[in-house]
């Protein structure tokens, strides 16, 4: 149905109303429970096939891999017929954010889920946790979509079902709301922190009713062993130091060999179905041989808290955990980098544990310490979220003695990657996957209306190549009208000699093709101007 000018600008002026905002936080309640259903059915499907993929292996291992053979076959037959369930799905909602793609949300989470399941009994090194906020996000598009809720709502309802999903998948809420508003709109507001938090508490709460209240890795109970005197802390504060930059460096070779391995895999001249009947191949014998690499690693981490490894296993271990999370996300299934990158990083800080350990004869303690402390950090320097990295490990964990340490590894790596120059994973994959997309849209000079008008609001964010512009002196998309700025809470109308300033919310309004083609041109005008 075509909304009028007036309409539209109606549905933004309501969205400040305390009627229109309680409807929306029911809404993200409602999204967060739904959501909660569908990760704790997940969760629980992926535990049982990979009890009934050992059990197959256990008596007839040529049935299991035959059966890999019919998974192999059926996972690419749904990437053929529903693209958008391919990988972790989290690039996929930044694309509905910005307009790029819309979802069919009954379909793909109905696809996306058993995919996802087929996926892991192939033991591919995919993790649950990025799917998980795939399916939060269709949820919510589905509930938006059935409720008629205004098209101004939309991006709250999703982004309240991604917390929600990462939320359920990890039993950590704070995580999922803080990941939502670092990574997927990198902006604050205060309804936008409320929707989120409220869906992610309700999807933990269904997640606490069904499997409990156990935090994902309890086994890392061991307090700071680091003393409390200035010389401790100096010490401890070095040891990170040199500890961020390996775990930045580190970051920088995964997101490149990432990305790498996608458009190698990408350009193999072979059928689809016989490239993934091959990745089948291969995932039967790590599954055979080194079953430790395979799936999201959650026992991985737990065997290298456990038991006394060798540095030479440690070192192997490794070294095939990260080939074979390079090749599974390169086949394009349904599954997420979210655990194990995080499995990386534990055996990368059991590395650097072991060397620290020998070098200044320091407890064993330290070993999981470092594990911790890498954790934070390679999430950090890789995804680019330091915020989401630090309460993540703290909640997954549910020992917040190590907070101090954990904050000071997530800021070096975090500072140290940004000067080395490496951009966040997400944001390389959202980019590749709607590469050929933008650059349509940027040479598109016909933009034909489509009769529905749309606001928009853009973030000026820290260091915008906005900030400190005049309206006026702007060199706007064309067919777009400035109608309002938000700042500290207080909205009003501009004129050209309006100033812009850092935290200013600016109200764009346009046809909504206008939007949708000029979108990634606007966004770009918001990021940090780099000198």
């Given at each position: 149905?075509?909304r009028s000018?007036f309409?539209s600008i109606?549905?933004?002026n309501?969205?400040?109303?305390?009627?229109?905002?309680?409807?929306?936080?029911?809404?993200?309640i409602?999204?967060?429970?739904?959501?909660?259903?569908v990760v704790?059915?997940?969760?629980?499907?992926?535990?049982k096939?990979v009890?009934?993929r050992?059990?197959?292996?256990?008596?007839?291992i040529?049935l299991?891999?035959?059966?890999f053979?019919?998974?192999?076959?059926i996972?690419?037959?749904l990437?053929n017929?529903?693209?958008l369930?391919s990988?972790?799905?989290i690039p996929?909602?930044?694309g509905?954010?910005?307009r790029q793609?819309?979802?069919?949300w009954?379909?793909?989470?109905?696809?996306?889920f058993?995919?996802?399941?087929?996926?892991i009994?192939?033991?591919?090194?995919?993790?649950?946790e990025?799917p998980s906020?795939?399916?939060?996000a269709?949820m919510?598009?589905g509930?938006?979509?059935t409720s008629?809720r205004?098209?101004?709502e939309?991006k709250?309802?999703?982004?309240s079902g991604?917390?929600?999903g990462?939320a359920?998948a990890f039993?950590?809420?704070?995580?999922?709301t803080?990941?939502a508003?670092?990574?997927?709109?990198?902006?604050?507001s205060?309804?936008?922190?409320?929707?989120?938090?409220?869906a992610?508490?309700?999807s933990n709460l269904?997640v606490?009713y069904?499997?409990?209240r156990?935090?994902?890795?309890?086994?890392?109970?061991?307090?700071?062993?680091m003393?409390n005197t200035?010389?401790?802390i100096?010490?401890?504060i070095?040891?990170?130091?040199?500890?961020?930059?390996?775990?930045?460096?580190?970051a920088k070779?995964?997101?490149y060999c990432?990305?790498k391995?996608l458009?190698i895999?990408?350009d193999?001249?072979?059928n689809?179905?016989i490239?993934?009947?091959?990745?089948?191949?291969?995932?039967?014998?790590?599954?055979?041989?080194?079953?430790?690499?395979?799936?999201?690693?959650?026992?991985?981490?737990?065997k290298?808290?456990l038991?006394?490894?060798a540095?030479?296993v440690?070192?192997?271990?490794?070294?095939?955990k990260?080939?074979?999370?390079?090749f599974s996300y390169s086949?394009g299934?349904?599954?997420?980098?979210?655990?194990?990158l995080l499995?990386?990083g534990a055996?990368?800080?059991?590395?650097?544990g072991?060397?620290?350990?020998?070098?200044?004869?320091l407890s064993?303690?330290?070993?999981?310490?470092?594990m911790?402390?890498?954790?934070?950090?390679?999430?950090s320097a890789?995804?680019?979220?330091?915020?989401t990295g630090i309460?993540?490990?703290?909640?997954?964990?549910?020992n917040?003695?190590n907070l101090?340490?954990l904050?000071?590894?997530?800021a070096?790596?975090?500072?140290?990657s940004d000067?080395?120059?490496?951009?966040g994973?997400?944001?390389l994959?959202y980019?590749?996957m709607?590469?050929k997309?933008?650059?349509?849209?940027?040479?598109?000079?016909?933009i034909?209306?489509?009769?529905?008008m749309?606001?928009?609001?853009?973030?000026v964010?820290e260091?915008s190549?906005?900030?400190?512009?005049f309206?006026?002196d702007?060199?706007?998309?064309k067919n777009?009208?400035v109608?309002g700025?938000e700042?500290?809470?207080y909205?009003f109308?501009?004129?050209?000699n309006t100033?812009?300033?850092?935290?200013?919310q600016i109200?764009?309004?346009?046809?909504?093709?206008?939007?949708?083609?000029k979108?990634h041109?606007l966004?770009e005008?918001?990021r940090?101007?780099?000198?």
């Amino acid at each position: 149905m075509k909304r009028s000018i007036f309409a539209s600008i109606g549905d933004v002026n309501k969205l400040k109303s305390n009627k229109t905002r309680l409807k929306l936080i029911l809404f993200s309640i409602i999204i967060g429970f739904l959501t909660g259903i569908v990760v704790v059915l997940y969760r629980v499907s992926l535990d049982k096939i990979v009890i009934i993929r050992n059990e197959i292996m256990g008596f007839n291992i040529g049935l299991l891999l035959f059966l890999f053979f019919i998974s192999a076959i059926i996972i690419q037959f749904l990437l053929n017929k529903f693209p958008l369930i391919s990988g972790s799905g989290i690039p996929q909602v930044e694309g509905v954010l910005n307009r790029q793609i819309t979802f069919n949300w009954f379909f793909e989470i109905v696809n996306k889920f058993f995919a996802g399941v087929l996926a892991i009994f192939m033991g591919l090194s995919l993790g649950r946790e990025g799917p998980s906020i795939h399916l939060g996000a269709l949820m919510a598009d589905g509930v938006n979509s059935t409720s008629n809720r205004p098209d101004v709502e939309r991006k709250y309802l999703l982004s309240s079902g991604a917390s929600a999903g990462l939320a359920a998948a990890f039993n950590a809420p704070l995580s999922g709301t803080i990941f939502a508003l670092e990574e997927l709109k990198k902006f604050f507001s205060p309804i936008l922190l409320i929707c989120t938090l409220l869906a992610s508490i309700s999807s933990n709460l269904v997640v606490q009713y069904f499997l409990g209240r156990n935090v994902v890795l309890s086994h890392f109970i061991t307090a700071n062993p680091m003393g409390n005197t200035i010389k401790d802390i100096s010490f401890e504060i070095f040891l990170v130091l040199i500890l961020s930059f390996f775990m930045a460096i580190s970051a920088k070779l995964f997101n490149y060999c990432l990305i790498k391995s996608l458009n190698i895999y990408r350009d193999i001249k072979l059928n689809k179905y016989i490239k993934m009947i091959i990745v089948s191949i291969i995932s039967f014998f790590a599954v055979y041989f080194m079953p430790d690499i395979t799936g999201g690693g959650h026992s991985l981490i737990e065997k290298l808290i456990l038991s006394q490894t060798a540095f030479k296993v440690v070192i192997l271990l490794l070294l095939f955990k990260f080939i074979f999370t390079m090749f599974s996300y390169s086949t394009g299934a349904a599954g997420g980098i979210f655990l194990p990158l995080l499995v990386l990083g534990a055996l990368i800080g059991k590395v650097y544990g072991i060397v620290i350990v020998n070098l200044f004869n320091l407890s064993d303690a330290y070993l999981i310490h470092f594990m911790l402390l890498s954790m934070a950090a390679y999430f950090s320097a890789i995804v680019k979220a330091p915020i989401t990295g630090i309460v993540l490990i703290l909640e997954m964990t549910g020992n917040f003695s190590n907070l101090f340490s954990l904050t000071i590894a997530a800021a070096f790596s975090y500072i140290i990657s940004d000067l080395i120059k490496n951009e966040g994973v997400y944001d390389l994959l959202y980019h590749r996957m709607f590469e050929k997309n933008l650059k349509e849209y940027e040479n598109d000079e016909e933009i034909k209306p489509s009769n529905k008008m749309t606001a928009i609001r853009l973030a000026v964010i820290e260091n915008s190549k906005l900030a400190g512009m005049f309206i006026k002196d702007v060199n706007w998309p064309k067919n777009m009208l400035v109608i309002g700025i938000e700042r500290n809470n207080y909205e009003f109308i501009p004129d050209g000699n309006t100033k812009i300033y850092e935290g200013d919310q600016i109200i764009i309004f346009a046809d909504d093709n206008i939007v949708v083609k000029k979108l990634h041109e606007l966004f770009e005008m918001t990021r940090e101007d780099v000198k």
